[in-house]
């Protein structure tokens, strides 16, 4: 056992009461990881709370544990671990009035070293197969509860293990937890398959919206879409997929309103030789080489401008 994985080890041991958080708007990963996370402390005889800024989104309301995620911290701790959370920011107001994380669990390649002990292992799937592989030598268990919680972080971060990062680890890690008895179909149709009403209409609204330039294919989402849709999540609900699934672009790129002065940024690198973190770097967002994403202050029409231009010239460079 190396170093930090002693120091990790020793943290997690000494621990009675561990704050488990991870970032805003929480995804499969972000939400498997901190549950599986926070369900074995609780096994080994820990007070544990699961603080995630904006709750648990309606498709992952199932996951075993997923009613202890609170959106505020309360009391004391003496451990603050995040997860699949690439910098301090990014964990939202979940951490108001508390000091930085003390363990750093994850798996971007843009992942900042914010914590006491930063544990980031960026060619993992996800940060479910990063806990994968060091919870039994912190003493932690994977029970069945927690086996479907890694399962569904390694199944949403891998689009169902067809990500180009889909590796033979993976589908062994997945075949372990088969044997613990996870419903993988269940679980897969749940998180990627799924869809509400409210979410096909927002889809329909943000596909009316696509365009194409450049190598690159766009859409944008707007306040008034959601609201004419009754989408209630402040995301694309995953539209991304389906836009980086068109032929002939090299780069999707989705924008989403969050309020007149805030636009999300996603970024889906759809050739090898694309490395979308580079751009998402450039605007202080991060995520992964084919995966990133951003959140720019200005309004959409101004962001969208500054994104397309700034995307076009990676390209570009690139050619
Ligand atoms: P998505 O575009 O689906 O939100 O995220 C794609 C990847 O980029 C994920 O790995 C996600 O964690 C990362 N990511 C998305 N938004 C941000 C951001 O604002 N900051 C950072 N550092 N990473 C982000
Ligand atoms: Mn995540």
């Given at each position: ?11 997690i ?28 402390l ?37 451990l603050?671990?995040?997860?699949d959370c690439?910098?301090?920011i990014r ?18 390649v ?16 996800a940060?479910?197969s990063?806990l ?15 086996a ?19 590796s ?22 749940r ?7 409210e ?10 919206s ?65 490395d979308v ?6 605007f ?13 202050s ?8 500054r994104?397309?231009?700034a995307?076009r010239?990676?390209?570009l460079?690139?050619?």
């Amino acid at each position: 056992m190396n170093d930090l994985q002693k120091k990790i080890k020793d943290r997690i041991h000494a621990a009675q009461r561990v704050l488990v958080t991870s970032h805003v708007r929480p995804d499969g990963d972000a939400i498997g990881s901190s549950l599986a996370l926070a369900l074995a402390l609780l096994d080994a005889g820990k007070q544990v709370q699961v603080v995630l800024s904006d709750g648990v989104p309606a498709n992952f309301k199932q996951l075993p544990g997923a009613d202890m995620v609170r959106k505020k911290a309360d009391g004391e701790f003496d451990l603050i671990v995040s997860v699949d959370c690439s910098d301090l920011i990014r964990i939202g107001d979940a951490l108001d009035g508390y000091h930085a994380p003390d363990i750093i669990i994850d798996h971007h390649v843009t992942a900042e070293a914010f914590g006491t002990l930063n544990l980031v292992e960026p060619e993992a799937v996800a940060t479910a197969s990063v806990l994968i592989r060091h919870m039994h030598a912190w003493g932690l268990a994977i029970t069945a509860p927690i086996a479907a919680n890694l399962m569904t972080g390694l199944v949403t971060d891998t689009l169902g293990f067809r990500t180009s990062n889909t590796s033979p680890e993976s589908l062994r890690q997945a075949a372990d937890l088969l044997e613990l008895g996870v419903d993988m179909s269940t679980l897969y149709y749940r998180s990627l398959v799924r869809r509400t009403f409210e979410e096909a209409k927002y889809w329909g609204t943000g596909l009316t919206s696509l365009e194409r330039a450049d190598g690159i294919i766009w859409a944008t989402m707007t306040l008034a879409d959601r609201k004419t849709s009754g989408y209630t999540g402040k995301d694309d609900a995953d539209l991304i997929n389906i836009v980086s699934s068109i032929d002939d672009a090299e780069i999707a790129i989705m924008f989403v309103e969050q309020n007149a002065e805030k636009t999300k940024i996603s970024w889906r690198g759809l050739k090898p030789h694309v490395d979308v973190s580079q751009i998402a770097r450039q605007f202080n967002g991060g995520g992964h080489k084919a995966a990133s994403g951003a959140e720019l202050s200005g309004s959409l029409a101004e962001v969208r401008e500054r994104i397309l231009e700034a995307t076009r010239k990676i390209l570009l460079l690139h050619k």
